[in-house]
């Protein structure tokens, strides 16, 4: 069974970049059976798609964020991170990795979530 964990700061300041790490055990993230996906939940909101890697490396993103958002990976290492530039208060969250099912087509593993607070 695979797992997913998020790991960085927990405070970053206004106009700085967040930076957020998710490492996947159990499943390798080259498996072209699913993608690998950053959801984040800000307070009093619904969940919102961020965007994801798939198999071959390619990223696809929120067109809301896409000018702010990268994510990348490290095969070495089987994770993948998430950059979000330019942060405002509005960016706070909880951030969540996510495992995505392509034959499925529904998320299926999620990591426990990581709170990000923007503030000065």
């Known amino acids: 069974q695979s797992q997913l964990q998020e790991s960085g700061p927990g405070l970053v300041k206004p106009s700085q970049t967040l930076s957020l790490t998710c490492d996947v055990f159990?499943?390798?993230?080259?498996?072209?059976?699913?993608?690998w996906t950053w959801i984040r939940q800000r307070p009093g909101k619904g969940l919102e798609y961020l965007g994801l890697?798939?198999?071959?490396?390619?990223?696809y993103y929120s067109p809301s964020l896409k000018s702010r958002t990268s994510i990348s990976r490290d095969t070495s290492k089987n994770q993948f991170s998430l950059q979000l530039r330019s942060v405002t208060p509005e960016d706070t969250a909880m951030y969540y990795c996510?495992?995505?099912?392509?034959?499925?087509?529904?998320?299926?593993?999620w990591g426990q979530g990581t709170q990000v607070t923007v503030s000065s």
């Open positions: 996510v495992r995505y099912g392509v034959v499925a087509n529904s998320y299926d593993i």
């Open positions: 159990g499943g390798s993230i080259t498996t072209d059976r699913y993608a």
């Open positions: 890697s798939v198999n071959d490396g390619n990223t």
